[in-house]
């Protein structure tokens, strides 16, 4: 389906946020520009799936721009980056926080990923919501506490962070300029002001 097959049956028009969407997976481009949510999977895990499988794309672009979210579509769009056998440039245009860092260190051979200069990227400890009663809060907490380390270790396997700066990052908001997001192996290339997206 064609942007214009898809604008002729929508009344009114769509936004410009959900026009740039669809002109952006015309170019096997896809942008990621709000927060991480369920509906990640069909804006992002579903879409890229099926460009690795059209043998006729040659690279996937996807733009990253997000102040974070839920942890489990962050982590389902990362696996699916990761199994993809499609070069793949990961953009980060503005801010990778939170999951939307956890997304940038995503590794592969098939993945590069790169900023601006004046991008930034953030790694905290993540926020929980918990409900029900002392019993299901519990086995909640338990299995959060489960999930950090699982996290933690992803972390350590996919930067250049240590396992001493981790210590030191992961109870704070940790802010990263592009210089140190290239330290930490985060990124692989700074684009300077004469590179062209």
């Not at 579903?46 to 102040?67: R, V």
């Not at 919501?129 to 489960?146: I, L, S, V």
């Not at 950090?148 to 030191?168: A, D, G």
Request: aromatic share 10%; glycine share 6%.
């Amino acid at each position: 389906m064609t942007l214009d097959d898809i604008l002729s049956t929508v009344n009114p028009l769509p936004s410009f946020v959900d026009y740039q969407y669809y002109k952006c997976l015309e170019n096997n481009t896809i942008l990621v520009n709000d927060d991480i949510t369920d509906a990640l999977i069909e804006l992002a895990v579903l879409p890229l799936k099926q460009m690795d499988a059209d043998k006729n794309i040659e690279h996937i672009t996807i733009i990253l721009n997000t102040y974070g979210g839920a942890v489990y579509p962050g982590m389902a769009f990362i696996a699916a980056l990761e199994e993809c056998t499609t070069p793949i440039t990961i953009r980060i245009m503005g801010v990778a926080a939170s999951m939307g860092i956890y997304i940038a260190m995503a590794k592969s051979p098939y993945i590069t990923v790169e900023c601006d200069q004046y991008s930034v990227g953030l790694i905290h400890a993540g926020s929980y919501y918990m409900t029900g009663d002392r019993n299901a809060a519990r086995d909640q907490w338990k299995f959060d506490e489960k999930y950090e380390q699982k996290l933690k270790q992803y972390v350590l396997s996919h930067t250049n962070i240590t396992e001493k700066n981790y210590k030191e990052i992961e109870r704070q908001e940790y802010w990263m300029d592009a210089e140190t997001m290239l330290k930490y192996g985060i990124v692989d290339r700074i684009i300077g002001v004469d590179d062209k997206i």
